[in-house]
């Protein structure tokens, strides 16, 4: 089955730097990769995703990229804010059957130093 | 208002007792989904389920069982809490064909 590693499990950066977060894949037939935000007591909820049939996703100051060959992918955010603080999730799956499930990675503990 | 509901949000139970953890949403999603998250963060995948009558095992090893008798309920049953299974317990759903899952809010259990 797939697994998902994630690094580094926490990181620690000052407002405005740039953070980013690194995850490796072991199942070469996955194709959708989603990054999920989980702040404190709240539940995880997605923030960005990509398709294995691009190789950059921008949205304002996230950003995801995908090295299909390497079998890895990675958020970076830039400008970081105090808000950006929390648990980020790298995922996995085979998308587009009936029966994708959804593997994460172990989590990045971001914590935004004002 | 379409959302994905847990109940209860915090169970503080004895060993041994039988409990059932509710999931219930209202988005009309095919497939839904439990994960356990440690409280190191790890979100692990137990059970799921692709419709009415389909549930699966996930990766990870539980003593839990669930049921899927209707599209908008999933709930996820431990016969006998040990602690264990102190966790929280996430569950989450998606439609068919769409690969976005939503979480509701979590179970934070707590067995004693």
């Known amino acids: 089955g797939e697994n998902v590693e994630q690094h580094p499990s926490t990181l620690s950066v000052q407002e405005g730097d740039s953070a980013v977060i690194k995850c490796t894949y072991s199942d070469s037939a996955s194709n959708y990769f989603p990054w999920y935000k989980q702040e404190l007591g709240k539940r995880p909820q997605l923030i960005i995703d990509?398709?294995?049939?691009?190789g950059e996703k921008k949205d304002q100051r996230i950003a995801v990229t995908l090295n299909k060959t390497a079998k890895h992918f990675s958020l970076h955010i830039t400008e970081t804010q105090p808000e950006d603080s929390a648990v980020y999730f790298c995922?996995?799956?085979?998308?587009?059957?009936?029966?994708?499930?959804?593997?994460f990675g172990t989590g990045t503990l971001l914590a935004v130093q004002p | 208002e379409a959302d994905i509901y847990q109940t209860p949000r915090y169970l503080v139970i004895g060993t041994g007792k039988k409990i059932t953890l509710e999931c219930s949403q209202t988005m009309g999603h095919d497939k839904m989904y439990w994960y356990q998250q440690d409280p190191g963060m790890e979100l692990h995948l137990i059970h799921y389920?692709?419709?009415?009558?389909?549930?699966e095992k996930g990766d990870l090893s539980s003593e839990s069982t669930v049921s899927r008798i209707r599209t908008e309920h999933f709930p996820l049953t431990l016969e006998s809490a040990r602690p264990s299974h102190t966790s929280q317990y996430l569950c989450?759903?998606?439609?068919?064909?769409?690969?976005?899952?939503?979480f509701g809010s979590g179970t934070q259990l707590s067995v004693l």
């Open positions: 989450a759903s998606t439609r068919q064909g769409r690969e976005k899952l939503f």
């Open positions: 995922a996995a799956s085979r998308a587009g059957g009936a029966t994708n499930k959804l593997i």
């Open positions: 990509i398709r294995s049939n691009v």
């Open positions: 389920s692709y419709g009415v009558n389909s549930t």
